[in-house]
C-alpha cells in the first residue's frame, strides 16, 4: 500500500516557485503493478523521484509499509570515480547489508554484469553498455517490494537482454512494479492499475484500458 | 540466488549512521582512487599547499612578528584557514557534486554535507599533524600552548563553515552564478585573514573593516591558544564568530528544511 496524502512539490526558480503537484492524494492498492502514465510535463518524473525518496515533498507524506527501490537501471546512482566494486559496497552499505552479506551480493552482481577485470575499474572507463549492466545488476541484487522503472528496461546486447528479462520474470513473482512509460504496449503487458497524470492531478483506474483512454483523451499519443 | 534479505527494519538513526558511514568511505577512497600515488596524494596535496608557502614567507620575511617563531605563527594561522575554506566550499559545491548519490532514497543531502564536513576535517587534522611534526623535527616549538582551547577554535571553524557553507549553498542552488563569485572570493580571503602576516601592523580604522571577516577572529584565536606571548588584534572577539556560526547554522538549516537547497535536476 502507497498512500500519497496532500503532497505538494514545487520547484524554486528564478521566476518564482512553481508547482508541480498541490495536495496531492490518492492511494494505490497493495499486490498490483502500477502504471503511471501522462503527456510530457505532466509530472510523472517529479512523481517517480517522489517515491523513490530522490526528493522530498513540500508539504504532505507519502508512506508506505512496502520497500520501494531507487529508479532501477540508473546510471547517475554509480559513482565515476569508484571502481564497480565499490559502488556494490557503497549501495550495500547504505542499504545496512554488511560483511557476508555484502560478499553474497558483490558475488551475484559480479556474475551477473559479466563485464569481466572491468569490475575493478573506475566506472568512468566503462563503456556505456557496461554501465548498465552494472546498474542493472546492482537493482537485481536487492529484494523490493516493488520496482520503480522510468522508461528503459532492457539494455545491452541481445544476450544481457534475455538474461536480465528473466531474472526480472523471476523477480516479478513476489515483487510489484512502478513503471513510467508512454509504451501503452508495454503498459497493458505489465500493468493492473493505471496512474494518469494530468495538470496536476491524478486519477487512479482500476481498469487499464480506462486508464489508457482518458490518456488518449487527454491529447496522449496513441 | 539472492536468497530475500533478512528484513532488518533500521532505525532511523541507524540508517543515517551506515550513510554517512558509507558517505565517508566514498568521500575518502575516491580520493585515494584519483591517482595511482593514491593515499599519499590525498596528504601530498594538502600538505604542499601548507608548506610551499611556509617555505616561501619564513625565507622572505624573518621577523616580522615579535615574541614567535614566524613559521608556527604561519602554521597555526593556516590551520583555520584551510579547515574553514575546505568545509565551506565543499558544502557549497556538495549540491552539485553528488547527483548520483541522492537517487538512493536513504541518502539526504545533509547526510552528504556531514559527511564531507567531517572527511575534510579528518584530512586536515593528519596534515597538520605531519606538518607540525616535521617543524618540530627543526627544532621549531611546536606544541600548543593550550591544546584544549586550540580544539575548541577549531570545533567553532568547522562550525561556521558548515554553517556558512549551508547558507551560501542555498543562495547558489537559487543562483547558480553565486557559486562562482563565492570561489573567487576565497582567494583574497587568504590575504585579509591576517594567514601570512599579522594584522597588529595595519593602521586601526583598517582593521575595524577587516573584522568583519570572521575567518580573520578564528586565525587569531588560534594563535593566541597555540603560542604563548602572541599578541592578537585589538577588535578581537569570540562571541563574534560564535553568534555568526549559531546564526548561520540555524538560518542554513532553516533553508534547507524548506528545500531552498533542491537537489538540482535535469
Not at chain 1, 517515491?51 to 565515476?80: H, Y
Not at chain 1, 551475484?108 to 559479466?114: G, I, P
Not at chain 2, 601592523?201 to 604563548?228: G, K, Q
Request: hydrophobic share 50%; proline share 4%.
Amino acid at each position: 500500500m502507497i498512500t500519497l496524502d496532500r503532497v505538494t512539490k514545487s520547484y524554486m526558480t528564478l521566476n518564482g516557485r512553481v508547482f508541480v503537484f498541490r495536495d496531492l492524494s490518492f492511494a494505490l492498492p497493495d499486490g498490483a503493478n502500477i502504471g503511471l502514465i501522462g503527456r510530457n510535463g505532466a509530472g510523472k518524473s517529479t512523481l517517480m523521484r517522489l517515491l523513490s525518496a530522490v526528493e522530498l515533498p513540500d508539504n504532505g507524506k507519502i508512506s508506505t509499509n512496502g520497500r520501494l527501490s531507487w529508479p532501477v537501471g540508473l546510471k547517475g546512482g554509480m559513482q565515476k570515480n569508484l571502481t564497480g566494486r565499490d559502488n556494490v559496497k557503497f549501495v550495500c552499505r547504505i542499504q545496512g547489508v554488511r560483511r557476508a552479506g555484502m560478499q553474497e551480493k558483490i558475488r551475484y552482481v559480479q556474475e551477473f554484469a559479466d563485464i569481466g577485470d572491468h569490475f575493478d575499474l573506475p566506472v568512468a572507463t566503462y563503456s556505456s553498455g557496461m554501465q548498465a549492466r552494472l546498474a542493472f545488476g546492482t537493482s537485481m541484487a536487492f529484494d523490493f517490494d516493488y520496482y520503480l522503472i522510468d522508461e528503459v528496461m532492457a539494455v545491452g546486447d541481445a544476450v544481457f537482454k534475455r538474461k536480465s528479462r528473466k531474472v526480472f520474470r523471476e523477480r516479478l513473482e513476489h515483487s510489484k512494479v512502478i513503471l513510467v512509460s508512454h509504451n501503452m504496449k508495454l503498459i497493458r503487458k505489465m500493468c493492473n492499475i493505471i496512474v494518469h497524470l494530468d495538470a496536476g492531478r491524478a486519477t487512479v483506474y482500476e481498469n487499464v484500458r480506462k486508464g489508457i483512454a482518458a490518456y488518449r483523451a487527454a491529447g496522449g499519443e496513441p | 540466488m539472492t536468497s530475500r534479505s533478512p528484513t532488518r527494519i533500521r532505525s532511523a538513526f541507524q540508517i543515517q549512521r551506515d550513510v554517512i558511514y558509507a558517505l565517508l568511505l566514498r568521500e575518502l577512497s575516491s580520493r585515494f582512487g584519483k591517482s595511482r600515488g593514491g593515499f599519499a596524494w590525498v596528504l601530498v596535496e594538502p600538505v604542499a599547499h601548507l608548506v610551499v608557502p611556509v617555505l616561501i614567507f619564513s625565507f622572505i620575511r624573518h621577523r616580522i612578528v615579535p615574541g614567535v617563531e614566524y613559521p608556527v605563527f604561519l602554521v597555526y594561522g593556516f590551520l583555520p584557514f584551510l579547515l574553514f575554506k575546505a568545509i565551506c566550499l565543499q558544502i557549497v559545491n556538495g549540491t552539485n557534486a553528488s547527483q548520483g548519490l541522492l537517487s538512493y532514497r536513504q541518502v539526504l543531502l545533509m547526510d552528504v554535507f556531514v559527511a564531507k564536513a567531517l572527511a575534510h576535517a579528518v584530512i586536515q587534522a593528519i596534515v597538520f599533524v605531519i606538518v607540525l611534526s616535521g617543524l618540530g623535527m627543526f627544532g621549531f616549538d611546536v606544541l600548543p600552548a593550550r591544546p584544549l582551547e586550540l580544539a575548541a577554535v577549531l570545533a567553532l571553524t568547522v562550525f561556521l563553515a558548515f554553517g556558512l557553507g549551508l547558507v551560501l549553498a542555498a543562495v547558489s542552488s537559487l543562483v547558480p552564478d553565486a557559486r562562482r563569485i563565492i570561489a573567487i572570493m576565497f582567494m583574497p580571503l587568504y590575504f585579509v585573514s591576517g594567514v601570512i602576516f599579522p594584522v597588529t601592523r595595519f593602521p586601526d580604522d583598517i582593521v575595524r573593516w577587516m573584522a568583519i571577516n570572521p575567518v580573520l577572529h578564528l586565525v587569531e584565536l588560534s594563535r593566541i591558544a597555540a603560542m604563548d606571548g602572541y599578541e592578537p588584534m585589538k577588535y578581537l572577539s569570540i562571541e563574534y564568530p560564535v553568534a555568526l556560526a549559531l546564526g548561520s547554522t540555524l538560518l542554513g538549516l532553516m533553508l534547507y528544511r524548506l528545500r531552498f537547497l533542491t537537489k538540482v535536476t535535469a
